[in-house]
Every structure is written in structure tokens, then in C-alpha cells.
């Protein structure tokens, strides 16, 4: 909440702010700093866009280790991988080296030699790291390890046979947890083929989009209709595996990225908990304000469209902006989208087919657009009707800033 009205007087010129703009070294919570400075587009929410809209940089100066603490939803290995070697170049460049001591995990890796981790350069990133790093790859790596050097046996040897399956010896516990491991990574595995194959198509769909010869338009239309029709006929956890992997992938590879840690021109340097007193994870941020906001929030306004179209929408993030607007009053997509050029722009983040556009995709400049054209819709709903429906939103979701 404290970084939240930090902004918020950026974009209203209020309290420090109110004589000219301030850049800010400020420490905070680390749990405070996830909201404004996020790792993953899922975790992209509305307190995220408002730092976008108030700050040209965020830097984390200091902060923990991410890869030991270990999010709850991190994105494909390959990205963290290919952001991480971004930056690492730019340091190089600009003759900035972390001290040995407060190296991130990944920074370590990298330092070892590229050439260790990418054995064969001539392939993508994502085909050297496929799929996720999760916590129990570790776990699962030492109990093979340990069943290869038979630590432990396979079978109990009491000859019993009441295992999960009749007839069959009984396993031993680590057998057990190393068939179980086993089942789940497979599973794991197969969903990630099949998004992995459904986002390559969507990045191949983005390139012909931008082609704006009538063969390739053709071809982008027939191919968008085949892609649609496989990516219904998948299972809903095939579709929202997809779909995360679309727009984490498109988040990197935007010009600029969109989300701020991958903008960052250095790495943060590594402080654990045990340094400061009272004892807890904090981390230091550098915080740039913007001169360039396109709708800047008015507190002269009861109803701020600048801050309740953010609030329905980012909401439910991962819904489609055709359908997230609809929702805030009837014909609102229809009337809105075709003031906000950027959303069917491929080069500022957009997309052709508004039905793939998700709403933790939308950029600064997108919403900033829907403002505009929001306070120019002659249809917009009342100020009494929006209080209404906000009162009825704030009963069935819940909110945080």
C-alpha cells in the first residue's frame, strides 16, 4: 500500500512529488516489492501496470535469491535463462561486476561457462531448457542417484506382495516416492509438449501478422483458424498452460519487454534475511518516476476512469480485453477497442485476433488509450450505475492493490 500511494503522487504530482519529481531509493518488504516489480507475467496485476505507468525504471538494488526461495508460479527455465544472459551482457558492457558473495544462483551458473550450460549454441534456448524448474527435479535427481548406487533397494526383502499392485513385490519407500516423482513429471512433460507446440504456432502467427503482403495475410488467417481449432479441442489444463507460456514468451521478447525486471540494465545484489535487524527479507528499490504518463490519475474526479478501468479489468487477468470490457457495460469492446490502436498493433505488444490479447498483456499505453476513449464514449454507463457495479464487484472478488 506504501509503494501504491508512492506512485499514485507521481502521477497526481502530490507531496514530494508536487515540485518537480523525485527519484526514490526506498526499502521494502519483499512481499510488498512482488506487486510492483513481478518476475512472471502471472503475477502481472494491477498494482504492476500502475508502477509501469508511473516509472520509466525499477531497479532491485538488493534483494533475496529468487531461485532459492522458488515462487510459487516461476516461468520457463529458457526465459529466466535468456533474461539473466541479457543482463549479464549489459553489465559486461557497462564495466558492472556483482561481488562473488552476493551472485544470484543463476548468476553463478552463467559465471561457470556458458558453454557448460549450452553445449550446442546452434539451438534455442528453448530446446536446451525445456519445461519448468520445479523444487522436486532435485529431490527426484539424488533418490535415481542414490537407487544407482544401490543406497537403498528397490523391493522390500521380507518377500511381501501387498503392494499397489497384486502379485507385485512391495516397493521400498524411496521406490515408492521415486515412482510417484517418475508418474508426475511425465504428466508434467506431456503438458508442456503439447503448450509448447500450441505457443511455437502463436509466435509463428505473430511473424506473419506483421508480413503486410495479401499471401501472407491469407495465410495467417487460415493458419489462425487451424490454431484456434486445435487450441479448443484441448483439455483446460492444456489451454491454460498454453496460454501462460504464450504470454510469458511474448512478454520477454516484446521491444521493451513489458514486464520491469526485465528491463533491469544490472542484476540485484543478493541480501538474505539474517543481515538486517529485526531479522526479515527486504529489499532496497530505485525507483524512476515517468514524464510521459498518457492518463495520469485526477483526484479532482469522484469515479477516475484512470483508476477503476484497472480495477475491473486486472481482476481477472487472464481473461481476453473483448470480454473484460463487456463486462464493465454492454458494447464496451466495441466501442472502446477501435480508439486504442496499440491493441491491434503486433510491434507495441498487440494483436490481430483481440480474442488472444489478454488482459495482463495490456501495456501502459493500451490502457491509457481505453481511458481516452472511455471519456469520450457518448454510451459509457453513469457514474451512479458504475458505483453500483463496483459495489457488486467488490462482494465477489477480492482485490488486492
Not at 522458488?70 to 516461468?75: G, I
Not at 479448443?232 to 513489458?258: F, I, Q, W, Y
Not at 486486472?314 to 464496451?332: D, K, V, Y
Amino acid at each position: 500500500m506504501t509503494l501504491f500511494r508512492l506512485f499514485t503522487s507521481i502521477q497526481t504530482q502530490a507531496y514530494f512529488q508536487a515540485n518537480g519529481l523525485v527519484r526514490m531509493l526506498i526499502w521494502v518488504n519483499d512481499s510488498e516489492k512482488e506487486g510492483v516489480l513481478p518476475r512472471a507475467i502471472t503475477k502481472r496485476k494491477r498494482s504492476a501496470l500502475h508502477a509501469e505507468t508511473s516509472c520509466d525504471i525499477i531497479h532491485e538494488v538488493a534483494g533475496a535469491d529468487k531461485a532459492e526461495v522458488r515462487l510459487v508460479r516461476m516461468r520457463e527455465r529458457s526465459l529466466e535463462i535468456e533474461s539473466a544472459m541479457r543482463v549479464e551482457a549489459l553489465m559486461k558492457q557497462n564495466g558492472i561486476e556483482t561481488p562473488e558473495t552476493r551472485k544470484s544462483r543463476l548468476q553463478k551458473e552463467l559465471a561457470d561457462g556458458i558453454s557448460d550450460i549450452y553445449p550446442d549454441l546452434t539451438e534455442s534456448i528453448e530446446d536446451r531448457h525445456p519445461g519448468y524448474q520445479r523444487k522436486w527435479y532435485a529431490e527426484l535427481k539424488l533418490l535415481e542417484r542414490q537407487l544407482d548406487d544401490e543406497k537403498f533397494p528397490s523391493f522390500v526383502e521380507d518377500g511381501s506382495t501387498d503392494g499397489p499392485e497384486d502379485g507385485l513385490p512391495k516397493r521400498t519407500p524411496q521406490f515408492e516416492r521415486i515412482f510417484m516423482l517418475r508418474g508426475k513429471k511425465n504428466f508434467e512433460n506431456k503438458i508442456w509438449a503439447k503448450s509448447d507446440e500450441l505457443a511455437r504456432e502463436d509466435k509463428e502467427l505473430e511473424k506473419l501478422a506483421l508480413d503486410p503482403s495479401e499471401e501472407s495475410q491469407l495465410s495467417y488467417k487460415s493458419k489462425l483458424r487451424e490454431h484456434n481449432k486445435k487450441y479448443d479441442a484441448c483439455n483446460p489444463r492444456v489451454k491454460g498452460s498454453a496460454t501462460m507460456m504464450m504470454d510469458e514468451r511474448k512478454a520477454l521478447h516484446m521491444e521493451p519487454p513489458l514486464l520491469l525486471w526485465d528491463r533491469r540494465t544490472y542484476e540485484p545484489l543478493i541480501a538474505k534475511p539474517a543481515e538486517f535487524s529485526p531479522k526479515q527479507q527486504i529489499c532496497l528499490l530505485d525507483i524512476h518516476p515517468s514524464t510521459n504518463i498518457l492518463a495520469p490519475i485526477q483526484t479532482s474526479k469522484a469515479l477516475d476512469p484512470a483508476e477503476f478501468i484497472p480495477h475491473f479489468l486486472f481482476a481477472h487477468a487472464q481473461f481476453s480485453i473483448i470480454e473484460s470490457l463487456n463486462r464493465i457495460a454492454p458494447g464496451a469492446a466495441d466501442a472502446l477497442i477501435p480508439q486504442a490502436p496499440s491493441m491491434h498493433d503486433p510491434t507495441k505488444g498487440g494483436r490481430k485476433d483481440l480474442k488472444s490479447l489478454r488482459i495482463r498483456m495490456l501495456t501502459p499505453q493500451m490502457v491509457g488509450e481505453l481511458v481516452h476513449a472511455w471519456e469520450a464514449w457518448p454510451g459509457r454507463p453513469s457514474d451512479a450505475e458504475l458505483w453500483a457495479k463496483m459495489g457488486k464487484f467488490n462482494e465477489s472478488f477480492t482485490y488486492e492493490k
